[in-house]
């Protein structure tokens, strides 16, 4: 049996809780939001401009979504995948879910089988794979498949050809990080169009690679040196991957989160005091993604550990406005006084765990620290409803709505669960986009 057919068994075999769904309205709340935020943004003014200069189908149209979610860096994160499941999974189950007519709980129930997909197969490519391949992208499209599969009715065998379609179509390089390139949200675009149209042609009898994983050809061979491949199946009991996932509560690269949640607690200690020195202690994959003392632009700084933590030790706050050429020059001197180093426990609790700790010394020579095994926004730290409402509240204001528009509409969504009729949240985004 290949790991594939495996893998659909499990999620389709898992129960679904009324809790369950609520937790799918709740992410699917914070992606759309994040996705009006997105087109506000110089980044967004592009794909918008490129997506009115041609007629655009359904698919592409979540393409664009998935894009827009991902460009300010607010959207959700999977820890032990690495993964940002929300912007290539809801997208794709909103558009396909209005066009097909589903219902509430099924278009609910497919976000919950897409962020299965995605995550656990994101836990099995292993550490070694995200040094290169940005794992939003290359396992992405399994979890738009496997999403899509769902809301199309798809059989076993449809859906196992489906994801290996999806998982053929895998791809996406961290080289865009080097010059703050716009590719990354392009990873999250593609990753949920290629899904959607390999469980469409499934639905026509177009095959696909059963074991598109495991195989000798297969994505571990190609793209993984130290894969995983039991954590596909592992704990088929426990929680869907879904609540398991984190919300970022600040719009930065997440690796740099643990340290952020430190900073904002010297922030208060320090009162004012003048800093010295900033010592940041981390996991590997920090450093791997965020190693940039000197970012030259504000995507840059946003995978900054080093402005980061010196914009929140400042300002007590991490916000849009944290990442201008004005606050970049503002940390400056700061950031020349910090030095990172890669230490345990952070180093072997990741990627189950993402931590850090931030020591400071005044420059009168008081010594301040603070420390997090998971930080704000994780599972074992969530943000409450209320938290939730008021991101997604500002994010949609950001992106064009008024506060009347943007709390109704978060109503709507959080009261997906008990709706009969589902509202059409993917057309009402696109037609604000004045797109053919």
Same mark, same amino acid.
């Given at each position: 049996?290949?790991? @594939?057919?495996?893998?659909?068994? #499990? *999620?389709?075999?898992?129960?679904? %809780?009324?809790? +369950?769904?609520?937790?799918? =309205? $709740? ?13 506000? @943004?110089?980044?967004?003014?592009? #794909? *918008?401009?490129?997506?009115?200069? %041609?007629?655009? +189908?359904?698919?592409?149209? =979540? $393409? ?373």
């Amino acid at each position: 049996m290949s790991l @594939t057919k495996s893998l659909i068994e #499990l *999620i389709r075999s898992k129960p679904i %809780s009324d809790g +369950d769904l609520e937790s799918a =309205a $709740m992410f699917t709340l914070d992606s759309v939001a994040c996705a009006y935020a997105g087109t506000a @943004t110089p980044v967004g003014d592009k #794909l *918008i401009a490129w997506a009115r200069s %041609s007629e655009l +189908d359904d698919k592409r149209r =979540a $393409m664009l979504m998935g894009a827009l979610t991902h460009i300010t860096e607010t959207d959700d994160l999977h820890r032990a995948s690495v993964t940002h499941p929300g912007c290539v999974v809801v997208p794709a189950t909103l558009s396909l879910g209005e066009r097909t007519g589903a219902s509430t709980h099924k278009i609910l129930s497919a976000i919950l089988h897409g962020y299965e997909a995605i995550c656990r197969i994101g836990a099995a490519v292993g550490p070694t794979h995200y040094k290169v391949w940005h794992n939003t992208a290359t396992c992405g499209p399994y979890g738009s498949a496997m999403a899509a599969a769902t809301l199309l009715d798809l059989d076993l065998e449809q859906t196992i050809h489906a994801l290996g379609n999806a998982g053929t179509q895998s791809s996406g390089f961290w080289q865009f990080i080097e010059t703050g390139a716009m590719s990354k949200h392009l990873h999250a675009g593609r990753a949920c169009e290629s899904g959607w149209i390999a469980a469409e042609l499934a639905a026509h009898g177009f095959t696909g690679p059963p074991q598109i994983l495991e195989g000798e050809k297969g994505m571990f061979a190609g793209m993984c040196i130290d894969p995983i491949p039991e954590a596909i199946l592992a704990n088929p009991n426990g929680r869907w991957q879904l609540p398991l996932t984190s919300i970022k509560p600040w719009p930065s690269c997440r690796h740099t989160h643990p340290a952020i949640d430190c900073a904002l607690e010297l922030h208060g200690q320090l009162n004012g005091a003048g800093i010295a020195k900033v010592d940041i202690l981390t996991y590997q994959a920090t450093l791997d993604v965020c190693d940039r003392p000197e970012p030259e632009n504000e995507y840059q700084a946003k995978f900054s550990l080093y402005h980061c933590v010196a914009i929140a030790l400042l300002d007590g706050e991490v916000k849009f406005h944290s990442f201008t050429e004005q606050a970049r020059e503002q940390t400056r001197e700061l950031r020349n006084a910090t030095t990172v180093q890669v230490v345990d426990p952070f180093a072997s609790n990741y990627p189950s765990s993402w931590g850090s700790r931030v020591r400071v010394t005044g420059t009168d020579g008081t010594k301040f620290s603070a420390e997090r095994k998971d930080c704000k926004g994780d599972p074992e730290l969530a943000l409450s409803e209320d938290e939730m409402r008021i991101k997604a509240s500002d994010l949609m204001q950001y992106g064009g709505l008024d506060e009347a528009a943007s709390q109704a509409l978060c109503e709507q969504i959080l009261s997906l669960p008990s709706s009969a009729n589902p509202p059409a949240l993917f057309s009402t985004f696109i037609d604000r986009l004045d797109i053919k």
